[in-house]
């Protein structure tokens, strides 16, 4: 049977209502995961759910230990993840509160365990990277943003930066000449690691700020968690949608 696990982002640190069947400490090869992963009834179905930055959002994007969560993930048999990602908008149609599911990826992270193979590395584990996101999972979080009638841009290309720090405006400026339309710090290495294991796996990304240097001062954290409180409502009705047609 499949499953689905959901990792929650920066604003979704737990799912409302969701009905604690069991919770697994996996000790993994990499170390452990950000947490227990919380398996549960949510909607009339089962799903797993792992809050990348701990429960209580004490780890920061750099420190997260990728490898162990999708490692972990994997172990429990989980085939399919709906990864939630807190971004800075950079391209036009991308302002703060607006959600999208990219379609691309630029990785600009750096000293992040990239693989599970670099102790043990063969020519067959050049995995296929083409096209980082899985297209039906993109597909259905659109659908259920459809259905909900909330408006959800379709495609753009994630840039992963390193953080914790934002970027300069001169960075974004970078990015943007690069083509990226949102920016992150998390979306690397957990799309390739998902894809080493064949887990499917998409981005439901909510803009939360302009990124660096497109909009009138500086950015505060004040900005971001009030878009934050705002976008995770509709996030949480689109998820909801996801887990009910499983
Ligand atoms: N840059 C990088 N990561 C982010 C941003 C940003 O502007 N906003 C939310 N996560």
């Known amino acids: 049977m ?4 959901i990792i929650g982002g920066t604003g979704l640190s737990a799912l409302d209502g969701l009905n604690i069947l069991e919770q697994h400490s996996v000790s993994t090869p990499f170390g452990s995961p950000s947490g227990a992963i919380l398996e549960g009834e949510l909607h009339g ?7 990348r930055h701990g429960a209580k959002h004490t780890i920061p994007p750099h420190k997260i230990n990728y490898r162990a969560n999708i490692w972990a993930l994997h172990y429990l048999g989980v085939d399919r ?9 950079i391209r036009d149609d991308l302002a703060p509160s607006v959600l999208a ?17 670099s102790d043990d590395f063969t020519s067959d584990k050049h995995i296929d990277f083409s096209y980082p996101y899985d297209e039906n999972i993109r597909q259905q979080l659109l659908q259920s943003a459809l259905n909900n009638k909330i408006m959800m841009v379709d495609g753009g290309t994630y840039g992963a930066t390193q953080g914790p720090r934002l970027e300069s405006a001169a960075e974004i400026k970078r990015m943007a000449q690069d083509g990226c339309a949102m920016v992150g710090m998390t979306g690397m290495p ?10 499917a796996y998409a981005t439901c990304a909510l803009i939360v700020n302009w990124a660096a240097g497109l909009s009138d001062g500086l950015i505060t954290m004040a900005q971001i968690e009030q878009t934050i409180a705002g976008g995770m409502t509709q996030v949480k009705q689109i998820l909801a949608d996801v887990i ?3």
């Open 81 to 89: 993840i709906v990864a939630v990602a807190a971004v800075g908008g």
């Open 2 to 5: 499949a499953k689905l696990a």
């Open 244 to 246: 009910r047609s499983q």
């Open 190 to 199: 957990e799309a390739t690691l998902a894809r080493e294991l064949n887990i």
């Open 101 to 117: 599911v990219p379609d691309q990826i630029i990785d600009y992270t750096y000293g992040r365990e990239q693989n599970f193979y």
């Open 45 to 51: 179905k089962t799903v797993f759910f792992l809050p």
